[in-house]
């Protein structure tokens, strides 16, 4: 599967533990979105992010929330001690680094916090 | 900052007829892109049809075509022939001109609800 990469597709964790979401992008592509969907809303852009550079985190939470895309492997958004509110879809999105911009999205991984 | 509005939380539409979903967006740039996104209940986000502000012409794509109308700043879908698998909620989305520090970040409007009765 040549596609965007999410996992894993569904978590549950505690209040007050950490979530941690992973995204691999498509082959070739070099830059990564987060989006974040609550329940009957549409998408809110979090974070963009090229390999080991943060271009723009504008719709990230100040606190508990970070995210990473190293030099190898795959992207990371972090949720330390999540609460009920962090209860989501997130979605991670990848383009190549030159083209029509074409956003290619993965199937989400959808947050539970009990 | 540019904002999308989609004003329909739901609509339907019987099997077979044609149905248009309304956008309207703010924006003070004149180069941009302009998309229509589907998400089936399984929440993978599909691409249905794609805009460039400066091309005159609508989109069409297949049984799908827009009606961009840039001054108004509107950008409405029609779907023809509508299928039970049209059933969906369908997002209009913004995305500026690419830039170093965007990229290609996109702005959605909230979604419009399709239900397609057979």
């Known amino acids: 599967n040549a596609g965007v990469m999410q996992n894993p597709r569904h978590l549950v964790r505690r209040r007050g533990q950490e979530a941690r979401l992973r995204c691999s992008p498509m082959?070739?592509?070099?830059?990564v979105y987060w989006y974040r969907q609550l329940p009957e809303e549409g998408l809110k852009f979090m974070v963009y992010?090229?390999?080991?550079?943060?271009?723009?985190e504008s719709g990230m939470p100040k606190e508990r929330f970070s995210a990473e895309f190293p030099k190898e492997g795959p992207s990371i958004l972090r949720i330390q001690q999540v609460v009920r509110g962090d209860s989501a879809a997130y979605f991670c999105?990848?383009?190549?680094?030159?083209?029509?911009?074409?956003?290619?999205f993965g199937e989400g991984s959808r947050l539970t916090v009990l | 900052a540019q904002t999308v509005t989609q004003s329909q939380p739901e609509m339907s539409v019987q099997e077979a007829e044609t149905v248009t979903l309304s956008c309207t967006y703010d924006t003070s740039e004149s180069d941009y892109y302009l998309f229509w996104y589907k998400q089936p209940p399984s929440r993978q986000m599909i691409l249905v049809i794609r805009q460039e502000a400066y091309k005159q012409q609508n989109a069409t794509e297949n049984r799908f075509s827009v009606n961009f109308q840039k001054a108004a700043k509107s950008f409405s879908l029609k779907i023809s022939d509508s299928q039970l698998g049209d059933a969906a909620m369908y997002f209009c989305a913004y995305r500026s001109a690419p830039r170093e520090t965007s990229g290609s970040r996109l702005t959605f409007g909230e979604g419009t609800q399709l239900t397609v009765n057979p």
């Open positions: 082959k070739g592509h070099s830059h």
């Open positions: 992010l090229q390999k080991e550079n943060i271009i723009d």
């Open positions: 999105a990848s383009s190549p680094r030159t083209g029509n911009g074409e956003l290619f």
